[in-house]
């Protein structure tokens, strides 16, 4: 790997879009203004007024939340808790390569179902549920999906609701993007439009705070939360006091909002810098720009081989997620890139590099 | 519960004897020294200067620590890695309630082996193993007991490990008071004197810096800690770098030695005043002092319904945790002081609530 390897691996921040200094302030006034809150074990149900914060922000009782350490631990918990070996499980094809790894390592019986460039195939997915499959719940990412940065229309988000009320599963609404719009109009999530019950809501402060934090949160009916709530007390005590109570004193003093304004602006102008350098660069990528999020889905032609060019592209000193790694099987012309953790001026060489392990690939597609 | 309760239920050290003001000026620094490293995800094996912090002070390899969200969480790894359902694991009797409660969870032969003031009874462990259980591992807390306050004898440790090798099975050290130790000559742990890769060690600094920060680490050999490194990827990506980048900090400013001192001095006066006041108020209860942590075990008379003590103990004001808590049958005339929340000007009372709950149980052998 060459030392100046621009990743667009990881879904991360660079440090330029992170708000250091006020994240110090916030700490600073997390030990004067509570300190025993901040020091003491509590409970795992999280530091109490982030959780009384974030149930104001979602117009819900306190006891349909509970924070904990990131919102993969909150996945963790909610399938350890709702999903039984052989159980059937729907997922988007492709989706977040983690929550794949876990469902699976859990003994789902997991079914991908096509998502499309506004969210999942509902249509594929009503066959599917029409066929007899009864999923213990449907896994969705809606805004600027991780990995392929499409967003679940309005239509489909009803859509979505009445199946989940027909047919009896929860939907799980994975949400850590929501507020990394940039364009386009915000969409009510499902979980503020649900009637029944059907919508357990997740998110987190990793992309709006910074991921090193590790706070997280799920929203859901209370009694489901409770017994959450009981398998976290046995896992940890309590999360992390220190980090909810931190992320608490930036929410109320205002500065996650100037926090979020940053992170739009950047990635808003990352997005546009990738857009006109793979136009320049590799015109045969297929793509949809990303109205907010992290990450862009790059479709290459037919018979490219996505393991080869990431080889071909490590040795050129640029990374990225295989297609592959968010699919059971296809996806190999496929490639995630995360513009999130590459900053502006680093992204057109970075496509550059790519380019050209794209046009080293012999036999492949591009030699074609 | 009345308004003053006096709690000697829980396991944590009242404010005064946290250092908030270091705890606040590190967390300053953490941000000022290592923006990077501090605000970004990190990988599950922990923020790596504090990774290689506890590997010095326990004289191995980098790649044989691993830091996590609490000592829990690491026990929570290494039980789901190391133990299958329906192996026998060895733990002491009493032990820890929630180590209890894991091991039962994971559906382990959890095997109790009577613990004495000088640690785990090695004749009846021996006998039992003669007998051909072949445990998993054995679970023992070496220092100042969780819940009996007691210490392993360097006897007793040296020949847990020949039992270890000569049985092969693994012992899992589980130390989290180690430090806080006020009296009496500090043993060796079985980690630093194991020749054969027995032992897995677990420590904390939540008796040492504070629980809401709930870091804590595992030590062990690197094959082992690779693998749990794994589950943890899986099921958080990475634990809190902002609360390791704060423990750091921590740790290498001396900041920590003038805390330990701290909970050590508030400590020791605790228990002088606690051992007077049961003098004085209930000397019926028979005890062994701690030299260390945060716990008393208290055996009443033969006869005592604990269950019965604890009610009537709640109705005036003090709290406790039921010796059968800690057991998975009999206790029944024994409870757990823990004196590291309850400041010292509050023992004397606290201890006078119990007794007055003592006499009142009509019937009982207090009444007798």
Redesign the interface.
């Known amino acids: 790997m060459a030392s100046d390897t621009i990743s667009f691996a990881?879904g991360?921040p660079s440090?330029d879009i992170?708000d250091?200094?006020g994240?110090?302030d916030a700490?600073?006034r997390?030990?004067?203004n509570d300190?025993?809150?901040?020091?003491?074990?509590?409970t795992s149900i999280g530091y109490v007024p982030l959780r009384r914060w974030i149930a104001e922000q979602h117009g819900v009782d306190e006891a349909q939340v509970l924070v904990t350490?990131?919102s993969?631990?909150a996945d963790?918990f909610l399938f350890a808790t709702e999903v039984e070996a052989g159980q059937p499980v729907v997922v988007e094809k492709p989706t977040y390569d983690?929550t794949l790894?876990?469902l699976r390592?859990l003994g789902a019986d997991v079914r991908m179902v096509s998502l499309q460039t506004d969210g999942i195939d509902t249509a594929e997915l009503r066959a599917l549920l029409r066929s007899g499959v009864r999923p213990a719940l449907a896994h969705v990412i809606p805004n600027f999906q991780n990995p392929a940065g499409y967003t679940l229309s309005l239509a489909k988000r009803n859509e979505l609701l009445e199946l989940a009320a027909e047919y009896g599963f929860a939907i799980f609404e994975d949400d850590p993007y929501k507020h990394i719009r940039f364009s386009g109009e915000d969409i009510p999530t499902m979980h503020s439009m649900d009637e029944h019950d059907s919508v357990v809501y997740a998110s987190s402060f990793?992309k709006t705070v910074?991921?090193?934090?590790?706070v997280g949160y799920l929203v859901g009916p209370a009694a489901l939360i409770a017994k959450i709530a009981k398998l976290a007390t046995?896992?940890?005590?309590?999360?992390?006091?220190?980090?909810q109570?931190?992320v608490y004193e930036f929410c109320v003093s205002g500065a996650i909002d100037g926090s979020i304004q940053t992170v739009k602006t950047a990635l808003a102008e990352r997005v546009a810098t990738l857009d006109a350098a793979l136009e320049q660069h590799l015109p045969e990528a297929r793509y949809t720009l990303p109205e907010g999020g992290y990450f862009m889905w790059v479709d290459l032609p037919e018979g490219t081989d996505v393991a080869a060019l990431f080889d071909a592209a490590s040795e050129r000193g640029v990374q990225f997620v295989k297609g592959t790694d968010f699919l059971l099987e296809g996806g190999e012309n496929t490639l995630r890139i995360a513009y999130s953790g590459v900053t502006n001026d680093r992204i057109d060489e970075g496509v550059k590099r790519l380019a050209d392990a794209y046009r080293s690939l012999a036999g492949s597609a591009a030699a074609a």
């Open positions: 990881r991360a440090l992170v250091v200094g994240l110090r700490a600073t997390a030990f004067t300190p025993g809150g901040t020091t003491a074990y509590g350490n990131g993969m631990q963790a983690r790894l876990n390592s990793s910074c991921p090193g934090i590790r046995n896992t940890y005590i309590s999360p992390n006091m220190v980090a109570s931190i």
